[in-house]
């Protein structure tokens, strides 16, 4: 057996027999950012077959990492801060001191971090990045909010070493990571991404929205609709409060009408409680609106809705309220109105 190839299906380094499976290439990709060889095999992925690595353990990636161990699935972890892992450790994940080794030790590894900067260093740093240490076959499923061109971008150079990418975006906050329940947006080949179902369904509802970058399209436009939705529900209870309703009757009554949404059902009960913990903190969502904005600007496209959300959004970050909640939203509207609702 030539030397390079067992560097490749070296047990020690990598599962190998995902690796067998993933070199077989059984079906032509539907990607053309990966055109120039096919996707990996149909074979079920199981916890006797595929080790599972982990970048990012804050908020939301702890506990999806948590269900893929619970799943029975050998994981190995990164974060830059150690602490925010530790619940991950006790459960039986293995912690790697750079990205590149969990990728040494896994066959499909999976980054939820916070800006595109982070993801650009967490998966192409030439040294330390998850792609220099990915061993051929394996896959990179990035579920950070971020550019789709920094999507395509990765999918390219995981191709250029035999290796897979998916962009996969996701949404339904704190809550929905714990329960499982969280929309996933993916982009890239679609047999990747059905060969992968088994670990997304841990982790919510897969939705293929197309080529590499296509889930973060996807998952921006989600952003753009949550804002506007956020400013209606804060400005629909700064209404209420003024002109004397019992605020919490007012959103009990029209969450079962057409005014109804996630943000009421989600955030509704935080900020009458005024909890505003992050389920998604205001400075990445500031980051979210700031890649559409660009967006926008680059397609020609004027969303005055998504620019007014933005600059509220910023001024919560101004006020040093960037690690909150975004459902702090209502502190900049009880500013704007010089008002403060005592719920309770």
Same mark, same amino acid.
């Given at each position: 057996m030539p030397l390079l190839l067992r560097r490749y299906l070296s047990p020690s380094v990598v599962s190998s027999s995902f690796l067998r499976r993933s070199m077989a290439y059984s079906s032509i990709s539907t990607d053309p950012i990966n055109p120039s060889y096919s996707s990996i095999s149909t074979d079920p992925i199981n916890p006797s077959n595929t080790k599972i690595g982990w970048i990012g353990t804050g908020v939301m990636g702890r506990s999806m990492? #948590?269900?893929? @161990?619970?799943?029975?699935?050998?994981?190995?972890?990164? =974060?830059?801060? @150690?602490? *925010?892992?530790?619940?991950?450790? $006790?459960?039986?994940?293995?912690?790697?001191?750079?990205?590149?080794?969990?990728?040494?030790?896994?066959? %499909?590894?999976?980054? /939820?971090?916070?800006?595109?900067? $982070?993801?650009? =260093? %967490?998966?192409? +740093?030439? =040294?330390? &990045?998850?792609?220099? !240490?990915?061993? *051929?076959?394996?896959?990179?499923?990035d579920m950070t909010t971020s550019e789709p061109s920094l999507a395509e971008e990765i999918a390219k150079s995981a191709s250029s070493v035999h290796c897979f990418s998916i962009d996969a975006p996701v949404s339904g906050g704190d809550l929905g990571a714990k329960n499982g329940k969280l929309s996933i947006f993916t982009g890239g080949d679609e047999t990747t991404v059905k060969r992968l179902d088994p670990l997304f369904s841990l982790m919510g509802k897969v939705n293929f929205m197309g080529t590499s970058g296509k889930g973060q399209f996807a998952k921006l436009g989600n952003q753009i609709t949550i804002?506007?939705?956020?400013? #209606?529900? %804060?400005? !629909? /209870?700064?209404?209420?409060?003024?002109? &004397?309703? $019992?605020?919490? *009757?007012?959103?009990?009554? /029209?969450?079962?009408?057409?005014?109804?949404?996630?943000? @009421? +059902?989600?955030?509704? +009960?935080? /900020?009458? *409680?005024?909890?505003? $913990?992050?389920?998604?903190?205001?400075?990445?969502? %500031?980051? +979210?609106? #700031? @890649?559409?904005?660009?967006?926008?600007?680059?397609? !020609?496209?004027?969303?005055? #809705?998504?620019a007014l959300a933005q600059q509220l959004y910023l001024s919560l970050k101004a006020h040093g309220q960037g690690d909150l909640g975004t459902q702090a939203l209502i502190l900049a509207l009880e500013r704007l109105n010089n008002v403060k609702i005592d719920f309770y």
């Open positions: 990492c #948590g269900h893929l @161990i619970r799943a029975g699935y050998s994981v190995t972890v990164f =974060n830059r801060t @150690i602490s *925010k892992a530790q619940t991950l450790l $006790d459960m039986g994940a293995k912690l790697a001191d750079s990205p590149s080794s969990v990728a040494s030790q896994s066959d %499909v590894v999976f980054s /939820i971090v916070g800006y595109p900067s $982070d993801v650009r =260093n %967490v998966l192409l +740093d030439p =040294n330390s &990045g998850a792609l220099s !240490g990915l061993r *051929k076959g394996g896959v990179l499923v804002a506007s939705t956020m400013l #209606g529900l %804060v400005e !629909g /209870i700064i209404y209420a409060h003024k002109s &004397g309703l $019992d605020v919490k *009757k007012f959103l009990e009554a /029209i969450s079962t009408g057409a005014a109804g949404s996630k943000s @009421i +059902d989600l955030y509704g +009960d935080r /900020i009458m *409680k005024r909890d505003f $913990d992050p389920g998604f903190y205001v400075n990445h969502f %500031v980051k +979210d609106l #700031g @890649i559409c904005l660009n967006e926008c600007q680059r397609m !020609g496209l004027a969303l005055p #809705g998504l």
